[in-house]
């Protein structure tokens, strides 16, 4: 999704990563004259709102949900100053979604739909305007209190950018530690056993504990994110372009681990992505969102099968779908390629 940087050590709780959050938004919400914020959509190109209800394919998908929103909204206040009121963006709008226990749900479409923003309502970073958010089919109460070290705890995030969202100056062991020290009253031996656990669990080594993340590779730094992010047992992945800033091969070996991690533990996963080629092999449910409303969703072999929505279709016309074997395939191609032209150069 976007190609920010998230600050390291961000989580749940925490401001939002623009500098706006709901604390500055507050501040912002009113101008001198008592009038009212003019009311814009997340895109102010000019371009007509979508209206109407989005396409529904039949899901099996939305039984005994273990995340849920309803009609969830989120709107900034932006600009405004002493003399002139804020203007609000409407980022999401009421948006629908549920996910049951082990499944995934991917979140598609252009910069600036309101994906990021819903992950972070997810993540319970940033509360929504309104509308309800299910955790386990409880309701995340919205009344300013930080959620409960219990609740953050059940969904975490893993970030686009395995270079930023990890502390440079901390070891691995530390970074993966981190998350029980906030969030667990876990002795500190405890605690070291389960974070070299966790690095074989997404094949690393035990060892890397005491390495920085420089040292790594930058597959090798987004398993040390996704090993964080599973430290404190959560039921719940929001990964959030997790594969974008990686070469192919490497997204391959990351999907599988994904894959399997989420076998392991149960795992629910909220996949956002551009890549098409990469939902189409991870999710079971896909939604489309345009201009932070949703316009169609359902299963991933009835929305792949037969878009129904303009927007969606042009989506997919614009962006060509290919299986993860064919990049797999033209992954070895150029490997080979570079083989045969680097043996002509040791040749002559
Ligand atoms: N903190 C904020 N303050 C003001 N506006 C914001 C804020 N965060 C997001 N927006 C606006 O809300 C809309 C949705 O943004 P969001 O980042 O959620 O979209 P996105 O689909 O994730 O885009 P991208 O892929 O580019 O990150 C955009 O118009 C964006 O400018």
């Known amino acids: 999704m976007s190609g920010r940087d998230e600050r390291p050590g961000e989580g749940p709780g925490t ?4 500098g706006v959050g709901p604390g500055v938004e507050r501040q912002l919400g009113v101008g001198p004259a008592g009038a009212e914020p003019a009311t814009v959509r997340a895109d102010e190109a000019g371009r007509r709102p979508t209206g109407g209800d989005p396409v529904r ?3 099996p998908l939305l039984d005994d949900p273990v995340l849920e929103g309803r009609a969830i909204t989120r709107d900034y206040h932006v600009g405004g100053g002493l003399f002139r009121g804020a203007k609000v963006v409407q980022a999401v709008r009421g948006v629908d979604f549920a996910v049951p226990r082990g499944k995934t749900l991917a979140i598609v479409g252009e910069s600036g739909c309101g994906k990021s923003t819903l992950a972070r309502i ?3 970073i940033d509360p929504p305007t309104s509308g309800t958010l299910l955790i386990e089919g409880k309701p995340v109460e919205i009344t300013g209190r930080r959620p409960s070290r219990e609740l953050r705890s059940r969904v975490q995030i ?10 440079p100056r901390q070891k691995v062991g530390h970074v993966l530690m981190e998350p029980l020290e906030l969030n667990t009253d876990l002795p500190a031996a405890e605690r070291r056993d389960r974070a070299r656990a966790m690095l074989e669990k997404v094949g690393l080594l035990p060892e890397h504990f005491d390495r920085y993340p420089h040292m790594f590779s930058g597959g090798q730094r987004q398993r040390i994110a996704i090993a964080r992010a599973l430290m404190v047992n ?6 959030d372009e997790p594969v974008s800033a990686l070469d192919l091969s490497v997204q391959a070996q990351v999907l599988n681990l994904l894959a399997d991690l989420q076998k392991e533990f149960g795992l629910t996963y909220v996949f956002i992505s551009h890549d098409l ?3 189409r092999h991870i999710a ?3 939604m489309v969102m345009l201009r932070g409303e949703v316009v169609e969703r359902g299963s991933r072999e009835a929305v792949f099968a037969d878009p129904r929505h303009d927007y969606t279709r042009t989506l997919f016309a614009a962006t060509p779908v290919t299986s993860l074997q064919s990049i797999r395939a033209r992954v070895e191609r150029k490997a080979s390629r570079r083989a045969a032209s680097e043996g002509r150069f040791h040749a002559s």
């Open 15 to 18: 401001t939002d990563p623009r």
């Open 57 to 59: 394919h039949p899901s």
């Open 122 to 124: 997810i993540t319970l």
């Open 158 to 167: 893993v970030f686009q950018n395995p270079h930023g969202s990890l502390n």
């Open 234 to 239: 959560p039921s719940i992945l929001v990964l």
């Open 277 to 279: 080629s990469v939902v």
């Open 284 to 286: 079971d449910e896909v």
